[in-house]
C-alpha cells in the first residue's frame, strides 16, 4: 500500500510539473508560429483564434519532451535534495521505485506522440493550412466587391467582374498574361481572354490551386501559344496569389503515414513497370537481331526517373521514420534527466536541466537534422539515421543511471 501511494505521489508531482512547463513552453512557441501565419496573410484576430487549434498538435512533439526533461530534473533534484532517495533505499527499495512512474508516463506521452505524429498531428496542419486558404478566399472576394478587378503581381490572370453578389462574380472577365509579363502586375499584353456571365472562387488546399466555377463562359484565344484552357468547359485552375507557400500540393507534413506509405507505393510501381518496359523493348531489338532499334536516349531518361523514383522513396520513408523517432523522444528524455536530475541534488535544479539540455542541443537535433539528410539521400538506412539522437540519449544515460540504482 505504501508502495502504490509513494508511486503515485511522485507521478502526481512530474505531471503537475510537466503540464505546468507544457503549457508555458507551447503558449510562446504557438504564439510566434501564429503571429508569423497572421502576418504573412493577414489575418484577423477572429481567425487567429481558429487557427490555434491547428497550430499546437503541430508543435507538441517538441514541446512534450523538453516540459519532461524540465519536469523531471525538477521533481527528482528536489526529492533528492530533500534526501528521500536516501530514504528510499535505506529502507531496501530501489531507486526504480521512484523512477518507475516517471518512466512509465515518458513511455505512455512517447506512444501518444507517435500515434499523433502518424495521424492526428499531419491533419490538423492541413486543416490549418486549409484554414489559411479559405481566409485567401474572403481577401479576394473583398477586393473584387471593392475594386472590381484583382491584379496582383505574379498571378497569371487579371480578374475583373462588375459586380460580387453574395459569393457570386458577376460578369467576370480572366484575362491571362504572356509567360514574360506575368512579373508585371501593370501589363496589358494577353494571350487569352475567358468571360462568363457568373463565377465562383474556391481554393483547393490539398493541389495549392485556386478554382474558378464559371457559367456560361466564352473562351477567346489571342495567341497560339497560349497556355491557357478550360476544364469540362466551365472550369479554370490556376495558382493562388501573393504566398508562395500556399502554391504547392500536399507537403509531407501535411500527410498521414499512410499516404506516404501509399505514395511509395506508387513509386515502386513506377519503378518496376518502367524496368520491365524497357527490358522488354530491349529483349525484343536484341531478339530480332537488330540493336539499333534500342531507344538509347529514353533507357537514359529511363535511367533518370529511376533515380527520382528512388530518392522519393527515401524522402518518405525518412519522414516516416522521422515521425517515430521525435516520437519516441519523450521516453529518452526522461531516461536522462531523472538520473541526472538527482545527481545534481546538491545544486540547483535549473543546473540539471541546462546539464540535460546541453547535449539534445548541441548533438540531439543536430545528429537528427543529419540523419535526415542521409537518409533522404540513402547514404544510410533512414531508420538507423533518424534513431542516432536517440541512441546517443541512451547511451548516455546508460552512464548516468548506475551511480542512482547502487545501495
Not at 336 to 350: E, S
Request: aromatic share 10%; net charge neutral.
Amino acid at each position: 500500500m505504501g508502495l502504490g501511494i509513494l508511486q503515485r505521489y511522485v507521478m502526481a508531482e512530474v505531471l503537475r510539473s510537466f503540464v505546468l512547463a507544457l503549457v508555458a513552453l507551447t503558449s510562446v512557441i504557438v504564439l510566434f508560429m501564429v503571429m508569423v501565419e497572421a502576418t504573412r496573410n493577414g489575418l484577423s484576430p477572429r481567425e487567429v483564434l481558429w487557427l490555434l487549434p491547428f497550430v499546437v498538435p503541430n508543435s507538441l512533439p517538441y514541446t512534450v519532451p523538453v516540459s519532461l526533461l524540465l519536469s523531471v530534473c525538477v521533481v527528482f533534484g528536489r526529492l533528492a535534495s530533500d534526501n528521500e532517495i536516501v530514504a528510499i533505499k535505506t529502507a531496501g527499495l530501489s531507486a526504480l521505485t521512484v523512477l518507475g512512474p516517471a518512466f512509465t508516463l515518458g513511455a505512455l506521452l512517447s506512444a501518444a506522440m507517435v500515434y499523433g505524429s502518424h495521424g492526428p498531428i499531419p491533419l490538423a496542419t492541413l486543416h490549418g493550412r486549409e484554414m489559411i486558404f479559405k481566409n485567401k478566399e474572403d481577401f479576394l472576394y473583398a477586393i473584387l466587391k471593392k475594386e472590381h478587378e484583382i491584379n496582383l503581381r505574379h498571378l497569371d490572370f487579371v480578374i475583373s467582374v462588375r459586380d460580387v453578389e453574395d459569393r457570386t462574380l458577376l460578369d467576370a472577365i480572366f484575362k491571362h498574361r504572356k509567360p514574360r509579363e506575368r512579373d508585371s502586375a501593370q501589363t496589358s499584353a494577353f494571350d487569352a481572354v475567358i468571360t462568363a456571365k457568373r463565377a465562383r472562387l474556391a481554393f483547393d488546399a490539398k493541389k495549392g490551386l485556386m478554382r474558378v466555377y464559371l457559367d456560361e463562359a466564352e473562351f477567346t484565344r489571342l495567341s497560339q501559344n497560349a497556355d491557357v484552357s478550360l476544364v469540362n468547359d466551365s472550369e479554370l485552375e490556376m495558382a493562388t496569389p501573393e504566398e508562395p507557400g500556399l502554391n504547392q500540393e500536399r507537403r509531407l507534413m501535411e500527410m498521414t503515414t499512410t499516404e506516404l506509405s501509399e505514395k511509395q507505393s506508387e513509386y515502386l510501381d513506377k519503378i518496376e513497370r518502367e524496368r520491365l518496359r524497357q527490358a522488354i523493348r530491349a529483349s525484343l531489338a536484341i531478339g530480332a537481331g537488330r540493336i539499333g532499334l534500342a531507344n538509347w536516349k529514353e533507357v537514359q531518361t529511363a535511367y533518370v526517373d529511376y533515380n527520382f523514383w528512388d530518392q522519393q522513396y527515401y524522402v518518405l520513408e525518412t519522414e516516416k521514420q522521422q515521425r517515430t523517432a521525435l516520437g519516441f523522444g519523450s521516453l529518452f528524455f526522461v531516461i536522462l534527466g531523472a538520473p541526472v536530475g538527482i545527481l545534481f541534488a546538491r545544486r540547483d535544479f535549473l543546473s540539471a536541466f541546462i546539464t540535460c539540455f546541453t547535449p539534445i542541443i548541441v548533438l540531439y537535433y543536430p545528429l537528427t537534422l543529419l540523419g535526415m539528410n542521409l537518409g533522404k539521400e540513402n547514404i544510410l538506412n533512414p531508420t538507423a539515421a533518424l534513431w542516432m539522437g536517440n541512441s546517443l540519449l541512451g547511451l548516455l544515460a546508460c552512464f548516468a543511471l548506475p551511480p542512482i540504482l547502487k545501495h
